[in-house]
C-alpha cells in the first residue's frame, strides 16, 4: 500500500482531507442526492477504492450538501428503466449498478462515518446502515420505503438493517416503510448521536480526530475484525484474532505506542 494515492476525479461528490480525515460531500441537491441517475455511485465507490490504498487515511467521512444526505432512488428514472427495459436487464442494472456500493463497503478498510445531514430514503437508508458509525443532525430522517413503491431494497437493505436495529425493528421498518426522525433513530440505535444541522460536521469531524490519533494498522485490523465477527464461529475468529494480534505486535506502532505509554506522551505513528 503506497503512502499516499492521488485523490480521484469526480463529478457529482467533493473530497476534501484534513490530516488523516476524508470528507466524501455528496453535490447533487437538484435531485435531493440520489445515488442513481446521477454520478454519485461511481464517486463513492472511486472513493473507497482510493481511501483503501493511501495509506494517509485512517477515517472517512459521508455527508450531503443541501437539504438531504440522499434520497436513494431517483423515482422519475426508475420509473422510465421500468418501462424500457427487461428483468433480466433490470437485474444487470442492479448488479453493476447500486449492488457496487455495497460490495466497495465490503472491502473498505478503514472507518466510515455518515455524517446524516437530511433524509436518508430508501438506498440513501440502506449506505447510512452499511457505515461504522451514524450521526445526525436534528433534520435527519431515515425510511426503509421500498415498500411504499411496490418494490424492495435491490442493494441489500435487508442485510444491514436487521444487523443494525435486530429482526424484529427491522421487519417493521420494511413492511411499513414508514419515516423516522432523529430523535427515534438515536433510541433505536441507528443513530449514534443527534446534533443541531451547525455542529454535524463538527462533531463527526471530532469523532474522526479521535480515530485518526490512533495507530493506523491497528485501525484497519480493528476493522477488519468487527467485519469478520459478523459472520465467524468462534474458533475462526480467534484464529483470525491470532494472527492479527501477531502481525501488530510486530509492527513499528506497536512500538511506538508503548514507549509513549511509558513516557506519558502521544504517540507518533507511521502506520507501519
Given at each position: 500500500?503506497?503512502?499516499?494515492?492521488?485523490?480521484?476525479?469526480?463529478?457529482?461528490?467533493?473530497?476534501?482531507?484534513?490530516?488523516?480525515?476524508?470528507?466524501?460531500?455528496?453535490?447533487?441537491?437538484?435531485?435531493?442526492?440520489?445515488?442513481?441517475?446521477?454520478?454519485?455511485?461511481?464517486?463513492?465507490?472511486?472513493?473507497?477504492?482510493?481511501?483503501?490504498?493511501?495509506?494517509?487515511?485512517?477515517?472517512?467521512?459521508?455527508?450531503?450538501?443541501?437539504?438531504?444526505?440522499?434520497?436513494?432512488?431517483?423515482?422519475?428514472?426508475?420509473?422510465?428503466?421500468?418501462?424500457?427495459?427487461?428483468?433480466?436487464?433490470?437485474?444487470?442494472?442492479?448488479?453493476?449498478?447500486?449492488?457496487?456500493i455495497p460490495r466497495a463497503m465490503e472491502l473498505l478498510e478503514v472507518p466510515v462515518i455518515a455524517a446524516v445531514n437530511g433524509p436518508a430514503i430508501g438506498a440513501g437508508f440502506d449506505l447510512a446502515s452499511m457505515c461504522d458509525i451514524r450521526i445526525g443532525s436534528t433534520a435527519a430522517q431515515f425510511g426503509e420505503?421500498?415498500?411504499?413503491?411496490?418494490?424492495?431494497?435491490?442493494?441489500?437493505?435487508?442485510?444491514?438493517?436487521?444487523?443494525?436495529?435486530?429482526?424484529?425493528?427491522?421487519?417493521?421498518?420494511?413492511?411499513?416503510?414508514?419515516?423516522?426522525?432523529?430523535?427515534?433513530?438515536?433510541?433505536?440505535?441507528?443513530?449514534?448521536?443527534?446534533?443541531?444541522?451547525?455542529?454535524?460536521?463538527?462533531?463527526?469531524?471530532?469523532?474522526?480526530?479521535?480515530?485518526?490519533?490512533?495507530?493506523?494498522?491497528?485501525?484497519?485490523?480493528?476493522?477488519?475484525?468487527?467485519?469478520?465477527?459478523?459472520?465467524?464461529?468462534?474458533?475462526?475468529?480467534?484464529?483470525?484474532?491470532?494472527?492479527?494480534?501477531?502481525?501488530?505486535?510486530?509492527?513499528?506502532?506497536?512500538?511506538?505506542?508503548?514507549?509513549?505509554?511509558?513516557?506519558?506522551?502521544?504517540?507518533?505513528?507511521?502506520?507501519?
Amino acid at each position: 500500500m503506497n503512502d499516499s494515492s492521488p485523490i480521484p476525479g469526480l463529478k457529482d461528490a467533493s473530497l476534501e482531507v484534513d490530516g488523516r480525515v476524508a470528507v466524501l460531500t455528496f453535490k447533487r441537491d437538484d435531485v435531493r442526492n440520489a445515488l442513481t441517475g446521477t454520478a454519485l455511485i461511481d464517486d463513492i465507490c472511486a472513493t473507497l477504492e482510493w481511501a483503501n490504498a493511501c495509506a494517509d487515511v485512517s477515517v472517512l467521512i459521508l455527508t450531503g450538501a443541501g437539504s438531504a444526505f440522499s434520497a436513494g432512488g431517483n423515482i422519475k428514472t426508475m420509473r422510465e428503466r421500468a418501462l424500457q427495459s427487461s428483468t433480466e436487464e433490470m437485474e444487470r442494472y442492479y448488479r453493476h449498478g447500486v449492488q457496487r456500493i455495497p460490495r466497495a463497503m465490503e472491502l473498505l478498510e478503514v472507518p466510515v462515518i455518515a455524517a446524516v445531514n437530511g433524509p436518508a430514503i430508501g438506498a440513501g437508508f440502506d449506505l447510512a446502515s452499511m457505515c461504522d458509525i451514524r450521526i445526525g443532525s436534528t433534520a435527519a430522517q431515515f425510511g426503509e420505503t421500498f415498500i411504499n413503491l411496490g418494490i424492495m431494497s435491490g442493494d441489500g437493505g435487508a442485510w444491514f438493517l436487521r444487523r443494525l436495529v435486530g429482526d424484529q425493528r427491522a421487519a417493521e421498518l420494511t413492511f411499513t416503510g414508514r419515516i423516522v426522525k432523529a430523535e427515534e433513530a438515536r433510541a433505536l440505535g441507528v443513530l449514534l448521536e443527534v446534533t443541531e444541522p451547525a455542529q454535524l460536521l463538527p462533531r463527526a469531524r471530532e469523532i474522526a480526530a479521535q480515530i485518526a490519533a490512533k495507530p493506523p494498522l491497528a485501525v484497519r485490523y480493528a476493522k477488519r475484525t468487527l467485519r469478520l465477527a459478523q459472520r465467524q464461529g468462534l474458533a475462526e475468529h480467534l484464529e483470525s484474532c491470532a494472527s492479527f494480534q501477531a502481525a501488530l505486535q510486530k509492527s513499528e506502532d506497536h512500538q511506538e505506542a508503548l514507549a509513549a505509554f511509558f513516557e506519558k506522551r502521544a504517540g507518533r505513528f507511521k502506520g507501519r
